[in-house]
């Protein structure tokens, strides 16, 4: 069994080679035309080498007794020609109605090819990969003798013309109390008329069909589980709720079924399921087949939905992994029935949504930017159009006097009020950290002895220094004499320990703020670890507050000011990438 890698824990990163399933990198082949009984082909369009991966075999992952139903339904039906593959514990790959092009993989006793079994991301997969080289044109085809005995096919007729064509396909000779599961009799054979007995495969030419396969193909956990007719065998791999849900609401081509399910589909429609479980659900909503449908979607908000997740999308625009999600979005707004009106209404609590479209106007990605500008063009007026230019161009120079500069500019959240442009993210009082846990409030006065007098140093370190985070200290300038007050009274243990309790948090901010910068697989990895984390942050609490401590034991101040800051946040990184690079 081979393994193929996760970009998302393996060293090599995005980088990595050995990850042809998820990214299929398929061989460039191509159908062949029947000639004779066998029926299709599949052929490569360029020169293999050995070794090559042709592509993953992929279809409806069954278990045996529907395997058994099927088969019967297939021969009843009259299908010449079968598709199952066995993978492992009883399932097998059934690519009849659904799969790749690999289902055409004709069999040989002298194949070119060979099945291989991979695990990928946990699941089981089958590839199909260059036994030898192969030159452009040539049929490319495998012994089906174990892997396509589930077909039953060990008492088939072959018809791959080698010469040491073992005569009939599968793993045994067959026995002469067997039923002959050959499909065509020796004389329909002889009179064998491809353009009659073989029907153009229909999962191919039919649009509809391969929509919904380039719908199920955007999945990379479930490449082999393509929609599942069957509920069950589908469970049976570890459906998500969203997949379940999708397969309630969906037909089985993925059209979804009524505008009640509208809502249902709505329900589950945030940014907090997987990029693939959106893609999932994006897609049902740019296949909706009739206006009332879209108008449906609409009048749930659809609009407001996908505001609040593109804004999440871009967000996250460093990270170009989210850009297909955020481009469909803007599909899906274009798709829709809209109107100046209903984009005029739309909004969600932070702004309207034409403003939010706006800003995507000079989104970084060309094309994220002139799909919005399509949209923009279409529905809303210029005079709107101006004018909301305006008023973001304002917003946008009062933030940069407010300071957004002081902090990393290339880092830091999204604002959210749609104006495209990232603003560095302040340390904010009430922020909750992840999973350092609520940053401690001042602890109540301490009855008791009486208090000594405040020490010097305690007067001479103004605590708006220690208590304000940088970005916001020239602004409030009020509420940092208000708390200059209260310190004076206070005994200076508290102020210490209040100052260190900011202190602390105004690192575990930078440190947050940094860690929110990396990229998403590293921050994953690290974020998974909370105890590694938690040493982490203690060590720098040491580090850091040590030197911080004793100057303020010595009669000096504890400040949070500029240089301390990027000390922590060079620490802070060169931590992560140690960790990271560790791990
Ligand atoms: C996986 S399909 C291959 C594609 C198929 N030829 C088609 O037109 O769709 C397997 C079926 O192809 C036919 N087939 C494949 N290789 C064959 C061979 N060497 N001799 C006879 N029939 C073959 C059999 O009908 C078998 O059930």
């Known amino acids: 069994m081979f393994v193929e890698c996760d970009p998302k824990w393996c060293a090599c990163g995005e980088q990595c080679e050995n990850t042809r399933f998820q990214r299929r990198k398929y061989a460039d082949v191509s159908l062949m035309p029947p000639t004779g009984p066998k029926g299709y ?11 090559d991966f042709v592509m993953e075999y992929v279809g409806e992952v069954i278990d045996e007794e529907e395997h058994a139903r099927r088969k019967v339904e297939y021969r009843e039906g009259g299908r010449r020609h079968f598709y199952f593959m066995s993978i492992a514990n009883g399932e097998l790959i059934d690519a009849t109605k659904k799969g790749n092009l690999s289902r055409f993989l004709n069999h040989s006793c002298e194949p070119n090819c060979e099945t291989q079994k991979w695990q990928v991301n946990g699941e089981l997969c089958i590839g199909v990969f260059a036994l030898k080289d192969v030159k452009a044109g040539g049929e ?14 060990s008492t088939l007729k072959c018809l791959c013309g080698e010469p040491n064509c073992r005569g009939f396909i599968g793993s045994k000779a067959p026995q002469a109390n067997q039923v002959n599961l050959e499909p065509e009799s020796s004389s329909s054979l002889t009179n064998y008329n491809p353009a009659r007995d073989e029907p153009a495969p229909e999962f191919i030419v039919s649009k509809h069909v391969e929509d919904e396969f380039s719908h199920i193909q955007s999945s990379s956990s479930n490449r082999r589980r393509l929609s599942s007719s069957t509920k069950v065998h589908a469970a049976v791999r570890g459906q998500t709720e969203v ?11 993925g ?26 659900m994006f897609d049902v909503v740019l296949r909706l087949p009739t206006r009332s449908l879209r108008e449906a979607f609409i009048r749930h908000n659809i609009l407001g939905k996908l505001q609040v997740m593109m804004n999440r999308f871009r967000t996250e625009e460093d990270d170009k992994k989210y850009l297909p999600l955020l481009r469909k979005a803007l599909d899906i707004t274009a798709s829709l029935p809209l109107s100046k009106e ?34 923009c063009d279409k529905h809303l007026s210029s005079e709107l159009h101006k004018e909301l230019s305006k008023k973001q161009e304002q917003e946008r120079s009062r933030r940069a006097s407010y300071g957004e500069k002081r902090w990393s500019s290339n880092d830091g959240n999204n604002n959210g009020d749609g104006n495209g442009k990232k603003r560095a993210k302040r340390p904010r009082e009430d922020y909750n950290y992840p999973f350092f846990g609520n940053r401690p409030g001042p602890p109540p006065p301490r009855p008791g002895p009486p208090r000594p007098p405040p020490r010097p140093a305690a007067d001479a370190n103004p605590p708006a220094s220690t208590s304000n985070p940088p970005a916001s200290a020239s602004n409030d300038k009020a509420s940092a004499h208000k708390r200059t007050k209260n310190f004076k009274d206070m005994d200076p243990n508290y102020v210490w320990k209040d100052a260190c309790d900011r202190f602390k948090a105004v690192v575990r901010e930078v440190i947050d703020h940094r ?5 998403k697989h590293k921050v994953k990895a690290l974020y998974k670890d909370k105890k590694k984390m938690e040493t982490i942050i203690n060590k720098l ?11 303020f034991e010595k009669g000096g101040k504890i400040t ?24």
């Open 541 to 551: 609490f040491r580090r850091v507050l040590e030197k911080e401590v004793q100057k």
């Open 243 to 253: 997949e379940r849900i999708l397969d309630e609401v969906t037909t089985r081509t």
């Open 560 to 583: 949070v000011h500029k240089d301390l800051v990027s000390k922590v946040d060079k620490y802070t990184r060169a931590h992560l990438k140690n960790y990271d690079s560790s791990s």
């Open 255 to 280: 059209v979804l079924k009524s505008e009640d399910n509208a809502l249902d589909l709505l329900r589950i429609m945030h940014s907090n399921h997987s990029q693939f479980e959106i893609g999932l």
């Open 515 to 519: 860690v929110k910068g990396l990229a």
């Open 41 to 51: 082909g599949l052929r490569t369009n360029v020169d293999l080498a050995k070794g």
């Open 140 to 153: 490319l085809t495998f012994d089906y003798h174990f892997e396509n005995d589930a077909q039953q096919t």
């Open 342 to 375: 209903r984009i005029s209404k739309a909004k969600t609590a932070k702004c309207d949504f034409a403003t939010f479209l706006i800003g995507l106007v000079d989104h970084t990605d060309a094309m994220v930017a002139s799909k919005a500008q399509g949209i």
